[in-house]
């Protein structure tokens, strides 16, 4: 049954990946995404919970964890008070998207 739902769930994202919107919307979520991901490593790298992190910015820890959630775009100036409370530096950079 389990192997059953992975074909179909495969199958879905073969289709799905030829539809322009959905594409789009998966691109944009896998830049969240992908800031989420950075926040939690430099987080976890640093050996600090959310409440840590939180009380170095001066801040609360459900702030910390919306910050982690990707369901938000951070200012610049927070994701530096992050950087700092981690012991990390902030580096944004451009990069060529993919053409496919």
Do not use: C, N
């Not at 998966?26 to 992908?34: I, K, S």
């Not at 959310?50 to 990707?70: F, P």
């Amino acid at each position: 049954m389990k192997k059953e739902k992975s074909l179909l769930a495969a199958d879905a994202f073969e289709e799905w990946r030829h539809d322009p919107e959905y594409v789009s919307a998966y691109d944009a979520l896998e830049e969240e995404f992908a800031l989420a991901e950075a926040l939690i490593r430099a987080r976890a790298e640093a050996h600090m919970t959310q409440e840590d992190v939180a009380k170095a910015m001066g801040t609360t820890q459900a702030v910390i964890a919306r910050l982690e959630s990707g369901r938000s775009m951070p200012s610049t100036r927070t994701l530096q008070r992050f950087a700092e409370a981690t012991g990390t530096k902030l580096r944004i950079r451009f990069e060529k998207r993919k053409m496919g």
